[in-house]
């Protein structure tokens, strides 16, 4: 199979997006299996398709398995174990991709290095990641998502990643870790696996929960607020964020991201920029230049009013500090809209809460949310059942000059908010 892959290396999973010579692998799910498109693939230029029932193993470039899941990862393993580079694999709760990306902008200023598209970072993204690494390679850098137990663990056995980051370790996945205590757990088996391979670790020293964490692993380099081997803080976070490093190098990068917490997310990028060698220019452009895209951290123009737009995803912890953040802003006509929360099971309408106490906090001009265990919490607010509704509301205020949060779960789909305003 290797052989293969080394003949036609690209591999694809959807038959939309397959380009002639692609690997097809027939992926299956609880809604789909994709061995009944084999011939579709080849027909429409796949080189081989990988299959695993039997009955469709109608062509000398169908290959037989026993799971196509598992040859995809296994084979990503051994595409992996050809590398002698720095494979660093980012998980967290909150940031890791906007942190995958700034790490691989200050990266690929020096380097060659490859990394996950947008946010492929489960089961079958990574080994696609993986599988995308060319023989030219200097660096790679993988996104680990995650929201159960052992599946970090498993990542790491075909990752199998030298260095490692945990963003941080918050409210987000309940439903299926359990408790904050189960997040920790299962966020840090890839402290876990950097510990038995003597591996490098990045970690934030002003979280003391992340200090204990990674205690044993024989190569840690800190980055924080004080007291570790990148120091730097915020020095303005209106419009954007500007950070001062003070230790490890002395910069100003004057960033393009919306609020300070993102701060953790910059001096994590110069923490591996400056352990890996990128001269400090470099990582300075290279954290300037970053434009933040895919409703990440997004500071939007529309008519006379500017809105932070950050509704790629959000848990308590995210919610909390993108509240926060847009409150200590400048301006007087600020109107917060959020969706729903998602995946937090026993914990949601209590979480739900919470914010809406949060929100109570501050002088708003005005509070619209959104959809799921909104709706089913006590609040003073406007309450709308989806997000166009939300933005037709919000279109037929006619603000002028006013700042606009818009944040929610990505199911909710709080971007399309945008899609009514002029």
């Given amino acids: 199979m290797y052989q293969l892959f080394l003949e036609h290396p690209s591999v694809q999973t959807d038959t939309r997006k397959l380009k002639p010579g692609d690997i097809f692998f027939a992926l299956k799910g609880p809604n789909f299996n994709a061995n009944t498109l084999a011939e579709k693939a080849l027909d429409a230029g796949a080189s081989y398709a990988v299959i695993d029932e039997a009955d469709y193993h109608t062509s000398d470039r169908t290959i037989l398995v026993d799971d196509v899941l598992t040859t995809l ?210 990582i300075v452009q290279a954290l300037e230049n970053y434009q933040p895209s895919n409703s990440r951290s997004q500071l939007v123009k529309k008519g006379q009013n500017s809105i932070i737009l950050d509704a790629y995803n959000a848990n308590p912890s995210s919610m909390t500090a993108a509240i926060q953040n847009f409150a200590a802003m400048p301006g007087d006509g600020k109107v917060v809209m959020l969706g729903a929360m998602m995946e937090l099971g026993n914990d949601s309408l209590t979480e739900h809460e919470h914010l809406v106490h949060l929100l109570q906090q501050y002088p708003w001009k005005a509070v619209a949310l959104v959809g799921g265990d909104f709706g089913r919490v006590s609040h003073p607010f406007r309450y709308f059942p989806d997000a166009l509704t939300a933005g037709k509301w919000l279109s037929e205020q006619k603000l002028s000059e006013s700042q606009i949060l818009i944040k929610g779960s990505r199911s909710m789909g709080m971007e399309k908010v945008l899609e009514t305003l002029e």
Avoid: W
Wanted: one cysteine or more; a neutral charge; glycine letters at 10%.
């Fill in 73 to 282: 990862q296994q084979l990503a393993q051994h595409h992996r174990r050809q590398f002698n580079i720095p494979f660093i694999a980012i998980t967290g709760s909150n940031g890791k991709t906007t942190t995958k990306e700034l790490i691989h902008a200050v990266l690929s200023a020096h380097f060659i290095t490859y990394t996950t598209q947008g946010n492929l970072n489960n089961h079958i993204g990574i080994p696609l990641t993986i599988l995308r690494v060319k023989p030219d390679a200097q660096m790679a850098v993988v996104e680990m998502g995650a929201n159960h137990p052992k599946e970090i663990e498993g990542y790491c056995k075909y990752a199998l990643p030298s260095h490692g980051l945990i963003t941080n370790t918050g409210k987000a996945h309940l439903e299926g870790f359990g408790s904050l205590e189960g997040v920790r757990r299962a966020k840090g088996e890839l402290y876990d696996f950097l510990r038995s391979r003597e591996g490098t670790a990045f970690v934030m020293n002003d979280y003391d929960y992340l200090r204990e964490m990674s205690a044993g692993i024989p190569h840690i380099v800190s980055y924080g607020t004080a007291d570790a081997d990148i120091v730097g803080h915020a020095a303005e976070s209106a419009p954007f964020l500007s950070v001062d490093i003070t230790r490890g190098i002395q910069a100003t990068i004057k960033t393009k991201l919306v609020g300070d917490y993102n701060l953790p997310n910059v001096l994590a990028a110069v923490a591996v920029g400056v352990h890996f060698g990128v001269p400090q220019q470099k």
